[in-house]
């Protein structure tokens, strides 16, 4: 099955400073998506990507669908503490959805 | 609107017990669909709907039974409970099958 690579697992990173996550699939998506999870609820839709090449943004963060449709890469700038959580990626195609393991964003006042 | 509700949020089971895990939203949407998530790992596809009467497998269907007769609702059936159960499940609703918005809660199910 389609297998979804995220990194990286874990960030400890100080408020104020950027950050890089990115996922990768042997596989072709035609859709990504970025997703933020909070302990103990379910995941919130940051952002969708549908075009290879694509970059979107929302807020501070800015997502890009890779141009071999195999990967894509999620920005934080300016990071706050609320931006702690684990955020997923997740890959759709022919009515699959897969997600990624996630990253776990630890943000230091 | 409730969005998406999940019913119970805690549940333990013996093994072989059977159970059904509620799922209900109020947005009309004609996708729905279950996941669970296990420590260190993302959510995974069990079964999905896209409309009323019309369900299939996801990535890791064995041991779940779905059915959709309307839809708003969209029940888990778990008909002998197993260890490997073990997990947090949550239901989603969107418009789009590809961009999958609105997760419920989660419910919390351990078998024991």
């Known amino acids: 099955g389609q297998q979804l690579n995220q990194s990286p697992q874990s960030m400890f990173i100080q408020e104020g400073e950027d950050v890089s996550m990115n996922c990768t699939s042997s596989?072709?998506?035609?859709?990504w998506l970025w997703y933020k999870q909070d302990p103990g609820e379910g995941p919130v839709l940051l952002i969708a990507?549908?075009?290879?090449?694509e970059l979107t943004s929302n807020g501070r963060l800015t997502a890009q669908f890779g141009i071999t449709r195999k990967d894509s890469f999620l920005n934080i700038s300016a990071s706050i503490p609320s931006d702690v959580g684990i955020y997923f990626c997740?890959?759709?195609?022919?009515?699959?959805?897969?997600f990624g393991a996630g990253t776990r964003l630890t943000v230091k006042p | 609107n409730a969005g998406v509700t999940q019913t119970p949020k805690f549940q333990v089971l013996k093994t072989g017990q059977s159970m059904t895990l509620q799922c209900a939203q109020d947005m009309n949407h004609e996708y729905m669909s279950w996941y669970r998530q296990d420590p260190g790992m993302g959510l995974r596809l069990i079964h999905y709907?896209?409309?009323?009467?019309?369900?299939d497998q996801g990535e890791v269907p064995n041991g779940y039974n779905v059915s959709r007769s309307t839809t708003e609702d969209f029940p888990l059936r778990l008909l002998s409970a197993a260890p490997s159960q073990t997990s947090v499940y949550f239901c989603?609703?969107?418009?789009?099958?590809?961009?999958?918005?609105?997760f419920g809660p989660g419910t919390r199910l351990t078998v024991l």
């Open positions: 989603a609703s969107s418009y789009s099958i590809a961009r999958v918005k609105f």
């Open positions: 997740a890959g759709y195609n022919n009515n699959d959805m897969r």
């Open positions: 990507l549908y075009k290879a090449g």
């Open positions: 596989s072709i998506f035609n859709t």
């Open positions: 709907s896209v409309g009323a009467g019309i369900t």
